[in-house]
């Protein structure tokens, strides 16, 4: 497994990578998301919020090595991914407050939809890539997955097709050790989840999941093998789920917190710190900007999921068919009469 900066955040190995320092900005930034959110779901003003605590580093290191051309395809869990490239926080936790598309605009950003069903969006990315490779364009797709992903028929269909064409696509697996409740060893008996690259005829690699410096060479290196036409590859990050699934979910009834104590000392956060703060590059004028920043982003998600959007209940027919059908019409219809009697239009 590929380790620069230990949990102790020392340097290991290889040289560690440049702009570590800016790499730490935005976990600092990813981690004050993750916080305010949660706190938003305990409000009332998300319906629900999957916390990425613990593996901001692979949220991280997934934007950071992609081009602005390039496409990232997330999970439902991939929030802090989704800001680092540069997309308005308020507009991707729309979604998870019950609006009923995904906030952003994905023409723009080249970020696709959060899924929430497993595996699903592994294959619109295989698609991208594979079109992308068609036109000629230098178009990298970042397909985002946890471990539980791997136990579903989309994930093969993904990645054999993905290797087949040589579509340009990083598969990343957030391997933070449960799929909600079911733990690692009882969906696979493989000696790791980049070991199942080698059926698929593509190049895999285990990497520390809590260590951006190794995350962002790994992935890196996947990046620009993409692009010069050298086919997929499959990375597994070997992190952990420190926090409950969703705020819906009691982990106390799977797992003990003897097992979670040592994944809390092996921080992201906190290893990147201690390196940076050992090398010089990090002092307390920077610390507090960093801080700063992130609060500032922490007001803007309140304020902006403190407001009442205005809402249209019509809405709810415009985006069913091309065309409406005649009863969506009368649906329609007789939902606008009841709204006007009520006065609320």
Known sequence: MRVLIDEHGRAVGDPVPAGLLDGYRELVLARRLNDVASALVRQGRLAVYPSSHGQEACQVAAARVLGDGDWLFPTYR???????????PVEVLAMLSGDWH????????????????????????????????????????????????????????ALNFAAVFRA????????????????????TAAESLAAKAVGYGMPGEQVDGNDLAALLVVLGA??????SGGGPTLVEADTYRVQAHTNADDPTRYRTDDEVQPWRARDPLLRLRTHLVATGELDDEREAAFAAEAERLAEHVR?????????????????VYAAPTPQLA??????????ELEGTR
């Open 78 to 88: 991939d929030g802090a991914a989704i800001v680092a490239r540069a997309v308005d």
């Open 168 to 187: 340009p696509v990083v598969f990343l697996v957030q391997n933070n050790k449960y799929a909600i409740s079911v733990p690692l060893a009882r969906q």
């Open 330 to 339: 009368e649906q329609r219809a007789v939902l606008a009469a009841e709204l």
């Open 222 to 227: 996947a990046v620009e093998r993409a692009r």
């Open 303 to 319: 304020a902006g999921m403190n407001a009442e959007p205005a809402t249209d209940p019509t809405e709810l027919f415009a985006h």
């Open 102 to 157: 995904c906030g952003y605009d994905p023409t723009v950003s080249h970020v696709a939809p959060q899924a929430t069903p497993l595996a699903t969006q592994l294959l619109h990315a295989v698609g991208v890539g594979h079109a992308a490779r068609l036109k000629g364009e230098p178009t990298v797709v970042m397909a985002l997955c946890g471990d539980g992903a791997t136990s579903e028929g989309d994930f093969h269909e």
